[in-house]
């Protein structure tokens, strides 16, 4: 099946600073790609949906100018967490579309704020 | 938008038996219906679909029933086995990749050896 990285798998930083998540898709070209965040024991919130060459679309209470996406290619998609703060720590997961319109998912970047 | 809404949360049941996971939708547009595993830690693996265009659909020890008329859909796990512990997630879109899918609660499924 088809391939999705994300990196960092984990990060640990100081509040107040920011973090840039990659995720990528190996061996095919996503035109779509979707970033969750989930908490422990909890589903995927979609944040935000990441369409190449154009503005992301954000989820109702999402801040788009803390939650930072970018899609610049189609085989890259990154969200930068800005100014980032306890409340911030979590686990997000990126996913994209496939050309069969499969949607995989990454590992995950476990991201704690301290 | 899309609500989906899954049942039970938790399910444990003896190796060997069978296990049901329920779940049912708000929008009657949406046509395209995926079952993720997700094991601790990890990313959600998909494990099977169905289109709104078939009933039923099989994968060896994994089916998924579909009722558009009632909005809703069911995973079934027969024979199961330890490996299959994890939490499972209904999903819910327009069958088309530029949707993202809206996602149940989970279900804790535990397979006691």
């Known amino acids: 099946g088809a391939v999705v990285s994300q990196h960092p798998s984990r990060v640990i930083c100081k509040s107040g600073t920011s973090v840039k998540i990659e995720c990528r898709s190996l061996?095919?070209?996503?035109?779509?790609m979707f970033w969750y965040r989930q908490f422990p024991k909890q589903s995927l919130m979609l944040m935000a949906t990441s369409n190449e060459g154009s503005k992301a679309t954000y989820e109702q209470g999402v801040e788009k100018d803390k939650f930072l996406i970018n899609h610049a290619s189609l085989t890259l998609s990154t969200l930068t967490v800005t100014s980032a703060h306890p409340e911030d720590s979590s686990f997000y997961i990126c996913s994209a579309s496939s050309p069969g319109d499969t949607q995989y998912f990454g590992p995950g970047t476990r991201l704690t704020v301290l | 938008g899309e609500n989906v809404e899954q049942h039970p949360s938790t399910l444990s049941v003896q190796e060997g038996d069978s296990a049901v996971i329920k779940c049912t939708y708000s929008d009657s547009a949406s046509n395209y219906f995926p079952w993720y595993k997700q094991e601790l830690g990890k990313r959600p693996q998909l494990i099977i679909d169905?289109?709104?265009?078939?009933g039923e659909k099989k994968d060896q020890r994994i089916a998924v029933t579909l009722n558009k008329t009632a909005k809703h859909f069911s995973l079934h796990i027969t024979e199961t086995q330890p490996e299959d512990s994890a939490v499972y997630f209904c999903a819910a879109r327009l069958d088309t990749g530029r949707r993202a899918l809206t996602f149940g609660s989970g279900t804790r499924l535990q397979v006691q050896p």
């Open positions: 061996d095919f070209q996503a035109t779509t």
């Open positions: 169905i289109r709104s265009n078939v």
